[in-house]
């Protein structure tokens, strides 16, 4: 017997034609492509969301300055930042400049700060500074904003000082925020807020990173300003108080360190924590290492987007395969017999 196909062959050009029209409207739907797979299929070009960067900016009193001239360089070379997270001396700028503040308008206001509008001394049993002057401060630049309201996402990393838990606060006073995240043990009286007190989050989280993982960053880069231990013997309480917290931050410090994409670490080592007279130094020396780092942070992005294309581009193969693979599944043999005359819609294979 002869195939059924080969007896379709000598009936005239319209039998055939309406016959083919015949099959196609039995197969129905069956026979045609999914919408998302025809645009697949149609080699449309690939479209993946742009890499989220992340700055976390860590503690280090009077040496905080470095980080204007990070951020500063990151702008001047068109390095866009998503996410800012802040530590100490970190969530100071970190809060200006998640305000919606340039690098510029950030290294006038550098400047231009006086100490006394920052420091409220007052000795008591829980610190030698109040802390209020500095909450105050950091509210009045950011136009009282909450931290939720800010430009940027931004949190202030602190430690809750009843267990030592790492706090990270993404709502709320923004300048109370940053006042709990800079108030050195010893130093700052501990901020209560709600039920707890808190004190410096440089005790859990010298830079971090972490934070700024969790507001969405793809790439993280660290500005490393912490002070390490000198070999020498500190000359005052605060150079004592600072030397502690180095001392104990230095193996955390590192491990959070090595979670980052990029780590900066401008040469401040040598200034003072307390010395407010070398800002401008410090500003220049956030430059001359977040420039250094600029092809490194260049490179690391394409990678990056050159992986998520390429995840994007086997997801989108996928997609289309399966598609596929579901068409020829669902179609009829009398679909199939409407192909072979020339008037069925064929499943189209994934390119």
Do not use: W
Request: glycine residues 10%.
């Amino acid at each position: 017997m002869r195939p059924l196909f080969s007896l379709l062959l000598p009936v005239s050009g319209f039998a055939t034609a309406a016959l083919g029209l015949l099959l196609v409207a039995c197969a129905g739907s069956t026979a045609k492509l999914p919408a998302e797979a025809v645009t697949q299929a149609a080699g449309d070009a690939i479209v993946s969301p742009p890499i989220r960067v992340g700055l976390a900016l860590g503690g280090g009193a009077a040496k905080g300055f470095a980080h204007i001239g990070v951020i500063k360089m990151l702008e001047a070379n068109g390095i866009g930042v998503a996410a800012v997270s802040g530590t100490s001396a970190g969530s100071v700028v970190g809060a200006l400049y998640a305000s919606g503040l340039n690098a510029f308008e950030l290294q006038e206001k550098a400047v231009a700060l006086d100490e006394a509008k920052i420091r409220d001394i007052q000795i008591s049993s829980g610190g030698l500074l109040v802390g209020q002057k500095l909450e105050d401060y950091v509210n009045e630049q950011v136009r009282r904003k909450p931290l939720e309201q800010l430009a940027k996402p931004f949190v202030a990393v602190a430690t809750r000082l009843e267990d030592g838990e790492r706090t990270v606060f993404a709502q709320g006073n923004t300048g109370q925020a940053v006042r709990a995240s800079a108030s050195v043990p010893g130093v700052f009286r501990p901020v209560v807020i709600g039920k707890y007190r808190y004190v410096d989050g440089g005790v859990v989280s010298p830079v971090p990173v972490d934070a700024a993982r969790q507001l969405g960053a793809d790439l993280v880069i660290a500005v490393d300003i912490s002070s390490k231990a000198t070999g020498k013997a500190p000359k005052d309480l605060l150079g004592t108080v600072n030397q502690s917290l180095a001392i104990m931050g230095q193996k955390l410090g590192q491990a959070e360190l090595a979670r980052a994409d990029v780590v900066i670490r401008p040469q401040v080592l040598d200034m003072g924590a307390t010395d407010f007279t070398q800002r401008t130094a410090a500003i220049l020396e956030g430059e001359k290492a977040a420039l250094a780092a600029i092809p490194q942070i260049r490179q690391r992005l394409e990678q990056l987007q050159a992986d998520r294309t390429h995840a994007a581009r086997l997801a989108r193969q996928k997609a289309a395969e399966e598609a596929y693979k579901a068409c020829m599944d669902n179609r009829s043999r009398l679909s199939r017999l409407a192909d072979m005359t020339g008037m069925g819609e064929a499943c189209r294979a994934p390119q």
